[in-house]
């Protein structure tokens, strides 16, 4: 399998661990009922891209690469100290348009250094794009 296949598809599924890892965290502290749902809504999106990344990562004879412990500690870490001083569902909401930006701009950048890789892998990249950006405009109800 071509690398650019590999790295696109490692992409989505470590953007889809970062959420199904972050997202129970946060949605222990989300007092709105509205936002809650659109977080578990949010949950089983990112679940759904793992499950596909994994598939055709293993379609292609390649194995997923996990998040590094680091990287997981880090994020935890970040997001304690976020939410230590402010608890709010509009800073949560916040926090999570954050990261979704982060994931929106590499995705762009990821889709532009592999142009060649296979269709199918192309649209699961910008499949998640568009869920990121729909996600964005949903939680901009709750700043």
Same mark, same amino acid.
């Given at each position: 399998? !071509? ?12 953007? *889809? ?50 998040? *590094?412990? #680091?990287?997981? !500690?880090?994020?935890?870490?970040? !997001? ?6 402010? =608890? ?6 916040? /926090? #999570?348009?954050?990261? *979704?930006? #982060? ?14 890789? +296979? ?5 699961? /990249? =910008?499949?998640?794009?568009?869920? &990121? &950006?729909? *996600?964005? +405009? ?6």
């Amino acid at each position: 399998m !071509m690398n650019g296949n590999a790295e696109l598809l490692n992409f989505i599924y470590q953007n *889809s661990q970062m959420g199904t890892e972050t997202v129970p965290r946060l949605l222990e502290l989300v007092k709105n009922e509205k936002m809650r749902a659109h977080l578990q809504n949010q949950l089983k999106g990112y679940e759904d891209f793992q499950k596909k990344a994994r598939s055709l990562l293993q379609k292609h004879g390649c194995e997923e690469k996990e998040l *590094s412990g #680091m990287e997981k !500690m880090k994020t935890y870490l970040m !997001m304690n100290v976020q939410t230590m001083m402010d =608890k709010s569902d509009s800073h949560i909401a916040q /926090m #999570m348009i954050q990261g *979704s930006t #982060m994931g929106i701009t590499d995705a762009v950048k990821k889709l532009h250094d592999y142009s060649d890789a +296979e269709k199918e892998i192309q649209t699961l /990249m =910008k499949d998640l794009q568009e869920f &990121e &950006e729909k *996600s964005i +405009e949903k939680l901009k109800e709750f700043l």
